[in-house]
């Protein structure tokens, strides 16, 4: 019997990352972290492709997690960190971040934005219970206040507009994100 399980969730698995169901636009994500409300110095941290997750099942690659890509660029000396991702498949990353953030006693304000019309209420109990914050938008032209960035006061859904198409050049180029 267990060996029926396991087969029916190898197929299952490579069913779904092998679909064409699943978007092809999305071949990758990426999360993107700020500190200190400092749109200049924004990191794009990329997560799991669907070609890197294929490789994996395979057997022919070895994976980061993503929750410790994430972290690892975390300074822990920030007084506040926005994480802004793009893709629910992210999802289990940003919880398994925040959990490793209160686990690790993080004394600064976390802030998660996100853009998908599936609202993750675990993750936003997990924040508000530690007095962080969790914002979900449909469209990013939704997002409401300014930031500083470039020198000049802009809004915040233009600077991830910004943002969102340095992501494109660079993931069309194959090349690591540094803004």
């Known amino acids: 019997m267990k060996k029926w399980i396991l087969l029916f969730l190898i197929i299952f698995g490579n069913c779904l990352i092998f679909s064409d169901e699943v ?8 999360v993107l ?17 669907k070609e890197e997750l294929k490789a994996f099942i395979i057997g022919e690659a070895a994976l980061e997690s993503d929750r410790d890509k994430i972290y690892k660029n975390i300074s822990k000396n920030a007084n506040k960190v926005t994480l802004i991702y793009f893709d629910s498949k992210d999802n289990w990353a940003i919880k398994e971040v925040v959990k490793l953030l209160k686990k690790k006693k993080f004394k600064g304000q ?14 936003r109990n997990m924040l508000e219970k530690n007095g962080w914050t ?11 206040g300014t930031v500083m960035y ?16 340095k992501i494109k050049r660079t993931l069309e180029n194959n090349k690591i994100i540094i803004y």
């Open 33 to 49: 972290k700020v500190e200190n409300d400092n749109y200049d110095t924004v990191i794009g941290i990329p997560t799991h492709s």
């Open 150 to 165: 470039d020198g000049t006061e802009k809004s915040k859904s233009e600077i991830i507009k910004i943002f969102l198409e």
């Open 110 to 123: 976390v802030e998660v934005i996100t853009f998908f019309y599936n609202e993750s209420k675990n993750l």
């Open 134 to 144: 969790y914002s979900g938008y449909g469209e990013i032209d939704s997002i409401s």
């Open 23 to 30: 978007s092809n636009e999305k071949l990758y994500s990426n």
